[in-house]
T-cell receptor
Framework: NAGVTQTPKFRVLKTGQSMTLLCAQD?????MYWYRQDPGMGLRLIHYSVGEGTTAKGEVPDGYNVSRLKKQNFLLGLESAAPSQTSVYFC?????????????FGPGTRLTVL | GENVEQHPSTLSVQEGDSAVIKCTYSDSASNYFPWYKQELGKRPQLIIDIRSNVGEKKDQRIAVTLNKTAKHFSLHITETQPEDSAVYFC????????????FGRGTSLIVHP
């Protein structure tokens, strides 16, 4: 049982390049989330999904796109990277609904945009 | 939407002292309040949570209290140890329906040996 995994762990991009971050969970969770973490700003929600085939915008969605084609995977895309997107990105999942709402986080992806 | 304020942003204590971190929330419909601990370079992990039908919950050296009237909740750590040093995040959400938590900005707790 791997929990929540993220790939890659580190990445350096040049301004204007694109990339996709992959999040995978093996807990059969309905809800998945992408956050970015910047010093002093806490965890800010980028996009989230409440089930396979669904996505919704969070607090800071501009410059990012997501897809949830399979229940276990949640992809975060940057179409044209900007230095302001330099951050640590965390994926999380949870059961959702009225039950246990504990969020399980992945190990994070450290992204630097030059 | 929900707004969560967390204080202090940094807290420095001596080993063995108690530490208290406070959060306030704005949406009176929020009914689930988790606390996450993030050690340096690691992922956040749930350490304790409380639902709005109780006022206090304890788990060994940590406890959380909730005041629904005042819309604030607090994390209490007693007999602090160096391994308690981490960033702590509070969050608030509405359990049931669309569960999307709003996080505070975090408190960096430093426990000096």
């Amino acid at each position: 049982n791997a929990g929540v995994t993220q790939t890659p762990k580190f990445r350096v991009l040049k301004t204007g390049q694109s990339m996709t971050l992959l999040c995978a969970q093996d807990m059969n969770h309905e809800y998945m989330y992408w956050y970015r973490q910047d010093p002093g700003m806490g965890l800010r929600l980028i996009h989230y999904s409440v089930g396979e085939g669904t996505t919704a915008k969070g607090e800071v969605p501009d410059g990012y796109n997501v897809s949830r084609l399979k229940k276990q995977n949640f992809l975060l895309g940057l179409e044209s990277a900007a230095p302001s997107q330099t951050s640590v990105y965390f994926c999380a999942s949870s059961y959702g609904g009225a039950g246990n709402n504990e969020q399980f986080f992945g190990p994070g992806t450290r992204l630097t945009v030059l | 939407g929900e707004n969560v304020e967390q204080h202090p942003s940094t807290l420095s204590v001596q080993e063995g002292d108690s530490a208290v971190i406070k959060c306030t929330y704005s949406d009176s419909a929020s009914n689930y309040f988790p606390w996450y601990k993030q050690e340096l370079g690691k992922r956040p992990q749930l350490i304790i949570d409380i639902r709005s039908n109780v006022g206090e919950k304890k788990d060994q050296r940590i406890a959380v209290t909730l005041n629904k009237t005042a819309k604030h909740f607090s994390l209490h750590i007693t007999e602090t140890q160096p391994e308690d040093s981490a960033v702590y995040f509070c969050a608030a959400s509405i359990q049931g329906g669309s569960y999307i938590p709003t996080f505070g900005r975090g408190t960096s707790l430093i426990v000096h040996p």
